[in-house]
């Protein structure tokens, strides 16, 4: 269906925050839409939540080759991230990887997390007033990640730089093309870290990666192992991929908690609450708006019909506030359950990776910060970024009373 005035791919239309009222008129009236990229190549929009849902576990129709992005957004697709793999090449990386997130692996790690949290809690307590955004959004999870991936202490100043430039992408502040580089900075160390392990195998996360193996993978054809180049390639994208979400997952969360104080005060009075608090906060804030597959086939979406090689944008943003799966959807009730919200992909094959990751750093980060925020104001006005891709916030200033 045709929907005219409503450009989802202009970041402007972005710049006071997500548009959720052309959101819902889209689902009701047109759940599968034309628009067009920033590039001029037609695409569709999808926003009800069954129907992102659907799409994403079609892998076998819906394609996430050559690439996820949209063009306000583009990542050169070379070599393939894990992200831009289709079966049977993709389930290889992605099972050879999964090893890292394993659920004991991330139970040793529940130390640091929340002492990393205290220690830039108490930072920033240290200094009276402090940007949330910069201060401790962003480092949290750099800092988690980085103990993750063992990175040597000595090198992690510089990696905070390059991180930085990382989120935020295609804002200007961050410069006009300075991502890229930044990942190209990142790739380049974490490359060299790599063959450097493969040389001098240690009792780290990279050596649990290139010792992997992968029974069957011969009869698919397949290396049966990650080559050194793959492992530094995944670690790379891990950065993207884990920081600035989860950035924007804590300032967005500390947003809403301000913003709703009656919210806060369950949450202080009930800790019980920190599971549901902590995903409704990820379907409130929904971090990643969107993410495209290519269907491989002509098919159809909700009835519409899609040719082969079309763009077919999922806007997380839109399902994450569908009234056909959500009670009152646009009410943020931290004891939301159920609570399928879609921040994290539509399920499928490609769903994300460090989701344990990222609920175990966000519910630590909301134990922590609960008795603290009524103790902080704005200090300025939240600045957004100009961006269609992420739901962020590059500056929260806040002050203590
Ligand atoms: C609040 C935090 C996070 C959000 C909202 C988020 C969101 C997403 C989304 C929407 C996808 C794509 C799903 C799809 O295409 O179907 C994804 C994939 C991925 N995420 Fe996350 N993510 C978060 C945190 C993390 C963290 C902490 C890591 C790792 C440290 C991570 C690593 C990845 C990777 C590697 C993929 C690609 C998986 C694949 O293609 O198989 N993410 N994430």
Not at 140 to 164: K, Q, S
Request: net charge negative; aromatic share 6%; charged share 25%.
């Amino acid at each position: 269906m045709i929907v005219q005035n409503l450009d989802l791919m202009d970041p402007k239309r972005f710049a006071d925050g997500i548009p959720y009222e052309h959101f819902r008129h889209l689902r009701d009236c047109a759940p599968v839409s034309r628009g067009t990229d920033t590039d001029g190549e037609p695409l569709w929009h999808v926003v009800r939540h069954q129907d992102v849902s659907a799409v994403s576990r079609d892998a076998r129709t819906f394609s996430s080759s050559p690439t996820t992005m949209t063009s306000i957004r583009k990542v050169d697709p070379s070599p393939p991230i894990i992200t831009f793999l289709d079966s049977p090449e993709h389930t290889r990386v992605r099972k050879l990887t999964f090893k890292v997130f394993a659920p004991s692996r991330l139970a040793a790690l529940k130390v640091p997390v929340r002492g990393i949290v205290d220690l830039l809690l108490d930072e920033a307590r240290e200094k009276g007033e402090f940007d949330l955004a910069e201060d401790i959004a962003l480092r949290l999870p750099f800092e988690v990640l980085l103990e993750l991936l063992d990175i040597p202490r000595r090198d992690r100043t510089t990696m905070l730089g390059w991180a930085r430039r990382t989120v935020n992408l295609g804002d200007k502040e961050y410069g006009d093309d300075t991502g890229p580089d930044a990942f190209q900075q990142i790739h380049a160390y974490l490359n060299d870290f790599a063959h450097h392990r493969a040389a001098h195998p240690a009792d780290d996360c990279f050596s649990l990666l290139l010792n992997a193996r992968l029974n069957g993978a011969e009869r698919l054809g397949l290396p049966d192992r990650l080559t050194p180049d793959e492992v530094g390639l995944f670690a790379s994208t891990l950065v993207t991929a884990g920081i600035e979400t989860t950035y924007c997952s804590v300032t967005g969360g500390v947003l809403a908690l301000l913003d709703h104080p009656d919210e806060l005060a369950r949450l202080r009075a009930d800790r019980r609450l920190l599971p549901t608090a902590a995903a409704e906060v990820l379907r409130w804030v929904t971090p990643v708006t969107h993410f495209a597959r290519r269907p491989v086939a002509d098919t159809e979406i909700a009835g519409q019909p899609v040719a082969a090689g079309e763009k077919t944008v999922l806007w997380y943003s839109s399902a994450n506030r569908d009234e056909r799966v959500f009670t009152d959807p646009d009410r943020f009730d931290i004891g939301r359950s159920p609570n399928p919200q879609l921040s994290f992909g539509g399920g499928g094959p490609h769903v994300c990776i460090g989701n344990g990751l990222a609920v175990l750093e966000l519910r630590e980060f909301l134990d922590g910060v609960a008795d603290l925020l009524p103790l902080l104001e704005l200090a300025e006005p939240p600045v957004r970024p100009e961006t269609n891709f992420m739901n962020s916030v590059k500056h929260l200033r806040l002050r203590f009373r």
